[in-house]
């Protein structure tokens, strides 16, 4: 189950122990690291993706690949069924009665250091609207108040989904949070900036269209894309176009709608796991 680095070691170990192998979220080998591919075939017995063209993919290579859709529907509709509500949980926190703009900066410091300026350069032009970042416990609130102190920008560490539940747009740096924001029908502009050598590498390496997994399902441009230095100047212009364009952001909420519809209703986990039993009777028979 994901973390291709372990599992896939253990699934060559399970393999050569004669065990069946099956394997629930299966490596972004789309986008990068092509060669497991080649690994996948050979030491697992079927894979279940969480994306839905991730099947047609793994079938060009003779992968028996199947898509019972995304966990993350779980997780949203978990987190749904037991929310205070949006006007008490800004309550709660302090913020005021203004507009949310979510900052979901990333996890790691060198993203947030990459992308969390941009975003709190845009917020300065917004004064109506109030800016929240959201904030990853581990990184500590030390290393966000170099960003911003002095700033009229909030921070709420370990509430995403409280925070995207009460957003009226969201600026995203790029990754699962993009598909998530989606889910919580939050209009978003995407932002993704790494070093001069890496963008270098990646742009050779990586074999997609698109870095937002919103833009990749829909295998179309719905929601817009800022990478490297365009962030500067571009992003606060198209955070602008989502806050203030009504038909933009209800395009981009039917292109939500649409994602919902690919990602299928609840029960992903209960549904692989019939099936895997389903496969392990057939394979006993």
């Not at 395009?251 to 919902?260: A, H, L, M, P, V």
């Amino acid at each position: 189950m994901d973390y291709p680095g372990f599992n896939l070691r253990i699934a060559r170990f399970a393999t050569s122990m004669g065990m069946r192998v099956f394997y629930f979220i299966s490596p972004k080998v789309w986008a990068w690291r092509q060669k497991r591919v080649r690994i996948l075939k050979n030491f697992t017995k079927h894979l279940f993706v969480i994306l839905p063209f991730e099947v047609k993919y793994f079938r060009q290579f003779g992968i028996e690949a199947e898509y019972f859709g995304n966990p993350l529907v779980d997780a949203v509709d978990e987190f749904s069924a037991r929310f205070e509500g949006k006007e008490q949980w800004l309550l709660k926190k302090g913020l005021d009665n203004r507009p949310v703009v979510a900052l979901l900066a990333g996890s790691r410091k060198r993203e947030i250091e990459t992308t969390l300026p941009v975003m709190i350069e845009a917020a300065s032009e917004h004064a109506e609207y109030q800016f929240v970042v959201a904030g990853v416990p581990s990184v500590g609130a030390s290393f966000y108040e170099k960003f911003i102190s002095g700033r009229d920008v909030s921070i709420v560490f370990g509430e995403t989904y409280e925070l995207l539940a009460s957003a009226h747009a969201a600026m995203v740096n790029s990754g699962t949070a993009t598909l998530e924001t989606a889910l919580f029908g939050v209009p978003q502009v995407v932002l993704y900036r790494t070093g001069t050598v890496a963008y270098i590498i990646a742009k050779r390496l990586i074999k997609i269209n698109f870095i937002s997994l919103v833009n990749l399902i829909l295998e179309r441009g719905l929601v817009t894309e800022i990478i490297q230095k365009e962030m500067y100047g571009r992003a606060g212009r198209e955070l602008s176009r989502i806050l203030n364009d009504p038909g933009y952001r209800d395009e981009i909420d039917k292109g939500y709608r649409e994602i919902s519809s690919e990602l299928g209703e609840g029960g992903v986990s209960k549904r692989i796991g019939r099936r895997m039993i389903e496969l392990l009777n057939e394979d006993t028979v």
